[in-house]
C-alpha cells in the first residue's frame, strides 16, 4: 500500500525558513512523481512544487520560484520541500502526493496518494 507522511510544518516569523519532509512507505521516491500542495481556509488548494519521478526534473508555482526547493533523498526514501524567505501568505496546509504518471504535473487531479499534511503558520 502506497503511503506517504508528511513533517516538518510548524510557526515561523515571516522571512524564516522551514524544512518538510514527505517520508514515502509501499514505494520508492524515484519510481513515482512527488508533488506539494497547499491549501489555506477558505481557498483552493494549489500546486507548490513537483519533481519528476526517476530524475531530477522540477516545476516550481511562481509565488514561490526562487524560494523552495524540492529534492529528492532515494536513501531515505523521502521527498523534501526547504521553504525559505516565508510570507504570511504562505500560510496553509501542506500536501504531498505520489503520481504514477511520467510527466510533471500541476493538476491535483493527476495524483494517486495524498498524504494527511502538515500545517505551516507564518507570523508577520
Known amino acids: 500500500q502506497v503511503q506517504q507522511r508528511e513533517s516538518g510544518g510548524g510557526l515561523v516569523q515571516a522571512g524564516g525558513s522551514l524544512r518538510l519532509s514527505c517520508a514515502a512507505s509501499?514505494?520508492?521516491?524515484?519510481?513515482?512523481?512527488t508533488g506539494w500542495f497547499r491549501q489555506a481556509p477558505g481557498k483552493e488548494r494549489e500546486f507548490v512544487a513537483a519533481?519528476?519521478?526517476?530524475?531530477?526534473?522540477?516545476y516550481y508555482a511562481d509565488s514561490v520560484k526562487g524560494r523552495f526547493i524540492i529534492s529528492r533523498d532515494n536513501a531515505n526514501n523521502t521527498v523534501y520541500l526547504q521553504m525559505n524567505s516565508l510570507k504570511s501568505q504562505d500560510t496553509a496546509v501542506y500536501y504531498c502526493a505520489a503520481s504514477r504518471g511520467v510527466a510533471l504535473t500541476t493538476n491535483p487531479n493527476d495524483y494517486n496518494y495524498w498524504g494527511q499534511g502538515t500545517q505551516v503558520t507564518v507570523s508577520s
Open positions: 509501499g514505494r520508492t521516491v524515484n519510481s513515482y512523481g
Open positions: 519533481i519528476r519521478w526517476r530524475y531530477t526534473n522540477t
